[in-house]
């Protein structure tokens, strides 16, 4: 079965300080995702990956950094952190793409104080 | 950009009964559309998909319907049971590296016995 691991599973962080969100797949994917779900929100895209050392944005990059150091690894990095990225962090990897099944990881709740 | 609708934010549905939520999208092009589903306080999982060259599609209890004219697709899933309860996330895509996931707000669906 596909695993998409991440940490850490919650953190609460301080507004203006920087938070890394970690995403491990052992799926052998190359598209790697990250998503923020609102409370009674569905899932908006931040950044993505298609390859190692590539990242690109998704429908809300703005505040987010992104690093695909491998093809496991996808980070999600927050400089300065605000009140309004209080939420939830899914990682999904798939094989091929956006018309492909995405496994999603077990969420990060962030709460920015 | 694509948008997303999901008509019914929460539904209710005896145990037995059939229950049917439904989505709408904007974008012509797209030609993927993926169904997830996220038990409380859990992570979103697969459940069936539908791509633009059929119009139907069943696996086991659940059935997706297409309407390409419409813009509208939906879930129909048969002999309601309590683990069918949880919150349906409807999506679309348009494919290619530009065709990013587009996600619906969810339905959160309960099924009473």
């Known amino acids: 079965e596909a695993a998409v691991t991440q940490s850490p599973r919650s953190k609460v962080a301080v507004t203006g300080g920087k938070v890394t969100l970690s995403c491990h797949q052992t799926n052998n994917h190359d598209y790697m995702y990250w998503y923020r779900q609102d409370t009674g929100h569905g899932l908006r895209l931040i950044h993505y990956s298609y390859v190692a050392d590539s990242t690109e944005k998704g429908d809300i990059p703005d505040g987010y950094k992104a690093s695909r150091p491998s093809q496991e690894n996808f980070s999600l990095i927050l400089e300065l952190a605000s009140l309004s990225q209080t939420a939830v962090y899914f990682c999904?990897?798939?094989?091929?793409?956006?018309?492909?099944?995405?496994?999603f990881g077990p969420g990060t709740r962030l709460l920015v104080l | 950009g694509e948008k997303v609708e999901q008509h019914q934010s929460t539904l209710s549905v005896r145990e037995g009964d059939s229950a049917v939520i439904n989505c709408t999208y904007t974008?012509?092009?797209?030609?993927?559309f993926p169904w997830y589903k996220q038990e409380a306080g859990k992570s979103l999982h697969f459940v069936i998909d539908?791509?633009?060259?059929?119009d139907r599609k069943q696996s086991q209890r659940l059935t997706v319907l297409l309407d390409k004219k419409a813009k509208r697709f939906s879930l129909h899933i048969t002999a309601t049971q309590p683990e069918d309860s949880a919150i349906y996330f409807c999506?679309?895509?348009?494919?290619?590296?530009?065709?990013?996931?587009?996600f619906g707000e969810g339905t959160q669906v309960t099924v009473i016995s």
């Open positions: 999904a990897s798939s094989d091929a793409g956006f018309q492909d099944t995405q496994y």
């Open positions: 974008d012509t092009a797209s030609s993927y």
């Open positions: 539908i791509r633009s060259n059929v």
């Open positions: 999506a679309a895509s348009k494919g290619g590296l530009s065709g990013k996931l587009t």
